[in-house]
């Protein structure tokens, strides 16, 4: 303690802070006492966020710090965070910082966005390659030179490499090997430049917006309308579009077209996807065309199963157009919907008729 005392009675006045009230103190003098404070609590401390001039005024006073008493460090202490309460909340200064403050609620099309905008390149083109399918990758890819496809299978996933060089034809696969071997030499910038022109080509592929063509997509609407609401359609599509509506009436299936479509060997798993309520009201009222589907259904069924069906037609009665319409419409929907699930196929109707064949 002596040699303590000895050692601060030696010190210039200017460094014994214990003879000079907080107030009196700089600015730069009290932040070296903050950054003493918590640096002694093991806070990180972000100084290098600091311009430079900043943090060299900074290491000078810190070496030029003598002794501080606790009063001086108490009230420098409470100064500080009396001016920190009252500047309530501090956003991080520029594009770059706060983009960095958010990065984790953000999309990755608004992180790309907004990084593009400010020049900034901390994404890896290369990660964001290596997620994208080995299908689509390779074509993208099928037309680059033999050295260019060599650096790009050099830098992605082993297993993502060695299915792509198993998609290439067996002279450019041997090739791109070959000029994997002379890849050493590439400098940095010329890699990290075709990864992101690669990237930049992948991100134009945009998802499609629908999974099926208008084709499919108008002709599965009409497949659960009104026969009076399709065919009205049809005949408008037929004077704008000719060619569109007869692709239209290609995809279109109507309870009419199941003797054509439907095969034989199929017509007992439709029955079991129908309730058969529905089902009755559907043979029951179907007339010309939709009749022959009704024929054709108790024809590819059990004899057993086929009269009474039709014991239960004759016992229901007359049906209503509406109601009889509305149930073809049912079976036509629990075709559909065994045909997405792979449950049946519909077929032309020349494979049908050799289906009904005798072998």
Not at 188 to 202: D, M, N, Q, T, Y
Not at 322 to 349: F, H, P, S, Y
Request: aromatic share 2%; net charge negative; with cysteine.
């Amino acid at each position: 303690m002596r040699a303590a005392a000895t050692a601060a009675d030696q010190m210039p006045a200017s460094l014994l802070f214990s003879e000079r009230p907080a107030a009196a103190l700089s600015g730069i003098e009290k932040a070296a006492i903050i950054v003493g404070v918590l640096a002694g609590e093991g806070a990180d401390l972000p100084l290098a966020d600091l311009p430079e001039p900043d943090q060299h005024r900074l290491v000078v006073q810190l070496g030029r710090m003598g002794r501080v008493d606790a009063a001086t460090t108490a009230a420098v202490v409470a100064e500080f965070c009396a001016e920190v309460e009252r500047s309530g909340l501090s956003f991080p200064p520029g594009l770059p910082a706060a983009l960095e403050l958010l990065k984790e609620h953000l999309s990755e099309s608004v992180m790309r966005q907004i990084r593009e905008a400010i020049g900034q390149t901390r994404s890896d083109p290369w990660r964001d390659i290596g997620a994208v399918p080995a299908e689509r990758l390779a074509a993208a890819i099928a037309g680059e030179s033999v050295e260019v496809a060599a650096i790009i299978l050099s830098k992605l996933p082993v297993p993502l490499a060695a299915d792509l060089i198993g998609r290439m034809p067996g002279p450019r696969a041997r090739a791109v090997a070959h000029a994997v071997s002379l890849t050493a030499a590439t400098p940095p910038g010329v890699v990290e430049r075709i990864g992101r022109a690669l990237a930049a080509r992948l991100s134009e592929v945009r998802p499609k917006a629908f999974e099926t063509g208008p084709v499919q997509r108008i002709g599965a609407i009409l497949n659960v309308s009104r026969a009076a609401t399709r065919d009205s359609v049809l005949d408008g599509l037929t004077e704008t579009d000719a060619d569109f509506a007869a692709e239209v009436r290609k995809a279109i299936f109507t309870f009419a077209d199941i003797p054509a479509r439907i095969a034989p060997r199929d017509v007992p798993r439709i029955l079991r996807a129908v309730d058969q309520p529905v089902l009755l009201r559907a043979l029951a009222g179907a007339a010309g065309a939709e009749a022959e589907a009704a024929a054709y259904i108790l024809a590819n069924i059990s004899q057993r199963m086929a009269q009474s069906l039709r014991d239960e037609i004759e016992a229901l009665g007359k049906v209503g157009a509406r109601d009889a319409e509305a149930a073809m419409t049912e079976v036509v929907a629990a075709i559909r919907r065994l045909e997405e699930e792979g449950e049946l196929r519909l077929v032309a109707a020349a494979d049908s008729e050799a289906e009904a064949e005798p072998a």
